[in-house]
């Protein structure tokens, strides 16, 4: 984990606004939406914010109440995984100690992880650190570090015929990480992405989404925003590998 550090504070630097950081003491909050089944949900689905964002927006733009219209058996958890957590070096460890590790405890089989721009980011670096723990992931225009890299990767002809030798540098090894969906996935999370045609991170985004399974991108109209965000959600929403509750066997209630 202490070879993250470095971009986790080049992160800080790049996204940081006028606005401060929140407190990272105690624990990160969150919110819970969860089946009233006969049978408890054996998915959960982690939700990880942007950089300035809420778990409330998830529900205010409707990431919630989409999930429960498609009748999807899952428990799902909004974190409020805000910048102070990168910014203080902390988000790794967090979510491994109180996310993953009370998530296992009470039963889930199936983690997954929905994240938007920082939320991405912060999803693809645990993905990395912990590769067996995540049965999936879904990232929406995420950060993926500096421009130059991707760029670099874009011109050696895209991440499946990309080669370096540099060590050590931590940008580097997200990418090599993440070319290792140009070849056998097995022992990989499966993955995702979903971006706008017109987002600032369309460039690094769709070098990634070079090296994903057809159908595992999804390239719509649109920017680094909630109405674009809402449209990717609900275009995935429809194809996810999740399981659905039986229309015809009354075991859950969703609220």
Not at 156 to 165: N, Y
Not at 206 to 220: F, N, Q
Request: glycine share 10%; net charge neutral; hydrophobic share 40%.
């Amino acid at each position: 984990m202490k070879a993250l550090l470095p971009v986790l504070a080049l992160t800080v630097a790049l996204l940081q606004g006028c606005a401060a950081y929140r407190s990272t003491k105690g624990p990160m909050n969150s919110v819970h939406d969860t089946l009233p089944c006969n049978t408890p949900p054996t998915t959960l689905i982690v939700f990880l914010p942007g950089a300035y964002d809420t778990p409330q927006d998830f529900i205010d733009q409707g990431f919630v109440s989409a999930v429960r219209e498609q009748n999807i058996d899952a428990d799902i958890q909004l974190v409020d995984a805000h910048m102070g957590y990168y910014s203080d070096q902390q988000i790794l460890g967090r979510l491994q100690s109180e996310v993953i590790d009370p998530a296992r405890a009470k039963g889930y089989q199936q983690i997954w992880f929905v994240g938007i721009s920082l939320g991405g980011y912060g999803t693809m670096l645990y993905a990395m650190t912990h590769p067996s723990v995540l049965k999936g992931f879904f990232i929406m225009a995420p950060y993926v570090g500096p421009r130059d890299l991707p760029a670099q990767i874009e011109r050696q002809g895209g991440l499946a015929r990309w080669s370096t030798d540099v060590k050590g540098n931590p940008d580097v090894d997200l990418w090599r990480w993440l070319k290792g969906y140009s070849g056998d996935t097995a022992g990989l999370p499966d993955a995702y992405l979903g971006y706008g045609a017109s987002d600032r991170f369309a460039q690094p985004n769709g070098v990634l989404a070079g090296v994903l399974p057809a159908g595992h991108s999804l390239v719509i109209p649109g920017g680094h925003d909630w109405p674009t965000w809402q449209r990717l959600w609900r275009s995935f929403l429809k194809i996810a590998p999740w399981p659905r509750i039986d229309s015809g066997v009354a075991q859950c209630n969703p609220q």
